[in-house]
Every structure is written in structure tokens, then in C-alpha cells.
């Protein structure tokens, strides 16, 4: 089950395609051994169209068959975030100076009504001891605007007044 000529970039799957993948993932999770995914990642696809429909429009460009990558990319994610320990991590655990220097942040709306998530440049430091720190900060954030506002679209501002290359 493919593209369709006429499908679009936003075109979400049918209630088949979607049946399919949901298969496919279960499939991949049986033979994969369930311990290398998170069980709030199974459950949020299992519960709804919706979080299926997201994986199935960020492969519209991919070459190939497009179950097959929705159900690579679904099973690729979710080790990822199970690795990365996404669910473990919380607001109280992130470094209070990445908290207060100001070099990410998540402020207003986009003219579309999309929560805008701000990287100030000029303020971040390259710091390699640092870098797991930011990197959970950098997914914390992603996450908790995700859940805030259910899995709609963010806008990314990469803010790059006054910022130098060192």
C-alpha cells in the first residue's frame, strides 16, 4: 500500500494504512524484544489515529514504500527515546544555569497560533562536559511543548543576533 498519485504532504493515511502499520510496529516490537521500548510510547500510538497519522506524514518524502518507513521510523524513534531516557527525565533533574542563562526558551505564538521554542545563539556555550546536559534540556523542552499542546506543530527560531563563530 503506497502513495497515491494525488496524496500531499498532509494527506493522512487511511484507516487500512494505518491498521497496517500499527501491525507492522507490533510485528518489529515482538521480534525486537519489548524491553527496548518505553511502554507510555506503545500506548500513545496504540490509543489513537493521531500520533500515527504524525509518523505517516513525516515520511512523505522518503523513497521507498511508505508503511515500511512510517514503521521504521515509529520503531527507530521510540528505541531512541528509550535509550536517550526521555521519560526519566524531568524539569527538576535539568541544570538550573541551562534553566536561567536564557539560551533556550519557549515564548508566545507564531502567526499560525504554533508555540515558538526560541535557541538564543549569542547566549550558548560549546561546552563538551556540558553536552548531555543540554542535549536533555534541549529534548525536555521539545517534549513538555509536544505534551502541552498535543503533538501540534512548534516553530523553531534559531535567534542569531550578535552571535559569533568560535
Known amino acids: ?3 497515491d498519485k494525488m496524496d ?3 494527506t493522512p493515511p487511511s484507516a487500512e494504512q494505518i491498521e497496517i502499520v500499527l501491525e507492522g510496529v507490533k510485528n518489529k516490537i515482538e521480534d525486537e524484544g519489548k524491553e527496548l521500548f518505553h511502554e507510555k ?3 500513545k500510538l496504540l490509543s489513537g489515529d493521531k500520533y500515527v497519522t504524525r509518523f505517516w506524514i513525516h515520511t ?3 523513497p521507498g514504500n511508505r508503511v515500511e518507513n512510517t514503521v ?3 520503531i527507530n524513534t521510540f528505541k531512541w527515546r528509550k535509550e536517550f531516557g526521555l521519560h526519566d527525565i524531568s524539569e527538576k533533574m535539568l541544570d538550573d544555569k541551562l534553566k536561567n542563562k536564557g539560551a533556550l526558551f519557549s515564548r ?3 502567526k499560525d497560533g504554533y508555540k515558538i521554542l526560541v535557541f538564543c545563539i549569542r547566549k550558548h556555550v560549546k561546552d563538551p562536559k556540558n553536552m548531555q546536559s543540554m ?3 534541549f529534548v525536555y523542552m ?3 511543548i509536544e505534551r502541552e499542546e498535543d503533538g501540534r506543530k512548534i516553530t523553531i527560531i534559531f535567534d542569531s543576533e550578535n552571535a559569533s563563530i568560535d
Open 108 to 110: 508566545n505564538r507564531d
Open 142 to 144: 521539545l517534549n513538555r
Open 41 to 43: 510510547d506503545i500506548d
Open 60 to 62: 512523505f518524502f522518503m
Open 72 to 74: 521504521n521510523m515509529v
Open 8 to 10: 500531499s504532504e498532509e
Open 135 to 137: 542535549k536533555e534540556f
Open 1 to 3: 500500500m503506497g502513495v
